[in-house]
């Protein structure tokens, strides 16, 4: 079998196992290694010391694989379908553009940051954030802003909750709204490895695991580019895929690079609620929602807990800024889609929870991993943006939990809810779309 014919077999097998987009990248120092290697002397990628073991491993696949040829780089579609939106923001929002002159009606309301004259959370309003992050200047970028061309019709949904968020009165990430999805992806990855190795090829699959920067191997194989966010951007699927990647001694022929559609369009930087996309295409993790509920694992700073609003494990703002989701079709994967025995709590009921049945709720959920100080940190910080007199009782409690992060965590809210009291000013009514998301991950 010719270098070809085993390419185009290998497509086939990864689009049989489910896979959205298999591209090939050669086995080259990855192109932004100089930038990945400047973030880390800066200390942007916070806590997450694993990032900076090795650099030049993690910049040189065949320092990973000895005598690796080609990356091959794959996507599987996670989208679940239906606006990550409260109706009532998105009501506001699609009455604001409509008096926009300068909006473009090419652009879905759903997939547009929050106009700056619709309604907004109390904790956005109160404490403005993404709305004043710098961008840039239309001179400063070297193409005008590429509009994705009209979506074609969608044939209707096919998933378990026929695509609409959960209702709830939180937002998880939707890449979390189910089981973790390295369980997932490692199992299609192992099968299209034994398929390669049967063909003489020696193999490293990665799920976001392994000393790899996907992203930028994802861009060289023409899978996506990279956006302003920094997340990676596809034609076809937008901002919500997963990325997964096997090094293999076995030279391919390489796909063509892909080129920036982005332009001028800063979306994801002035939607961001933290303004931790610092400038396109440069993320500090510190300052970041994901990093903030996920990664770290210590207090979350005063100044960013308004910012955080109802989010309990990561965001999903800039993802859902970037217009090129109006192609986003639901997955058809039913393991992607929202767990009812989750969604059915209110964040009250999460304050709970005991180690064992945060481990019996979040069991096969990537929510699992953080455990459960960290989780109920989220939850307080979620509830002092968005509780009411009601949630006192159950503050008070995790008030006295031995693990200072909760407790320290409870009593902001706690603090934040009576001075809201006290001043009159309440909280927004819980929305029947008021969750978003599922990246880093973050990451």
């Not at 085993?6 to 100089?34: E, N």
């Not at 239309?138 to 209707?156: I, L, T």
């Not at 308004?306 to 639901?330: K, S, V």
Request: aromatic share 8%.
């Amino acid at each position: 079998m010719s270098p070809s014919e085993l390419k185009t077999a290998l497509i086939a097998q990864a689009r049989a196992l489910g896979f959205d987009d298999c591209r090939i990248a050669p086995a080259q120092p990855a192109a932004h290694r100089a930038l990945f290697e400047q973030w880390i002397a800066e200390g942007k990628h916070g806590d997450m010391a694993w990032l900076a073991r090795n650099p030049e491993r993690r910049t040189d696949p065949t320092l990973v694989l000895p005598g690796a040829k080609s990356v091959i780089v794959l996507a599987l579609n996670y989208y679940q379908g239906g606006s990550a939106y409260p109706s009532s923001e998105l009501d506001g929002r699609k009455e604001a553009q409509r008096g926009a002159k300068e909006e473009s009606t090419t652009v879905p309301v759903a997939d547009a940051p929050p106009s700056p004259t619709a309604p907004i959370p109390y904790w956005e309003r109160r404490y403005p954030t993404g709305s004043e992050t710098p961008a840039t200047s239309p001179s400063s970028e070297p193409n005008s802003h590429q509009e994705p061309p009209p979506a074609s019709g969608q044939p209707p949904s096919t998933t378990v909750n026929n695509g609409q968020p959960p209702s709830t009165p939180f937002r998880i990430a939707r890449y979390a709204w189910n089981n973790d999805y390295h369980d997932l992806i490692e199992a299609k990855l192992r099968t299209l490895s034994d398929f390669l190795t049967a063909h003489g090829g020696t193999q490293r699959p990665y799920v976001d695991t392994g000393p790899v920067l996907e992203r930028d191997f994802a861009s060289e194989s023409g899978l996506g580019w990279g956006g302003k966010s920094t997340m990676q951007i596809h034609r076809h699927l937008g901002t919500w895929f997963f990325l997964a990647d096997i090094l293999t001694t076995l030279d391919l022929p390489p796909d063509t690079p892909a080129t920036d559609h982005c332009g001028k369009c800063t979306r994801c930087i002035t939607a961001c609620p933290t303004q931790a996309i610092t400038a396109p295409r440069r993320m500090d993790a510190r300052r970041c929602i994901s990093y903030l509920t996920i990664e770290s694992k210590g207090p979350i700073p005063l100044e960013f807990r308004h910012a955080i609003g109802d989010r309990i494990y990561g965001c999903d703002t800039c993802l859902d800024a970037c217009p090129w989701n109006r192609h986003a079709q639901a997955s058809n994967e039913a393991t992607f889609q929202a767990r009812t025995t989750i969604f059915a709590h209110t964040l009250r009921d999460f304050l709970t929870l005991t180690d064992d049945t945060f481990r019996a709720l979040f069991a096969k959920s990537p929510i699992k991993r953080i455990k459960r100080p960290a989780f109920l940190r989220n939850v307080c910080v979620a509830l002092g943006n968005t509780g009411t007199p009601a949630d006192l009782p159950a503050l008070q409690q995790a008030a006295t939990d031995v693990h200072p992060l909760i407790s320290e965590h409870a009593q902001w809210a706690i603090q934040e809810i009576q001075t809201r009291a006290e001043s009159g000013c309440h909280p927004p009514q819980a929305s029947p779309k008021a969750i978003q998301e599922p990246h880093a991950h973050h990451p």
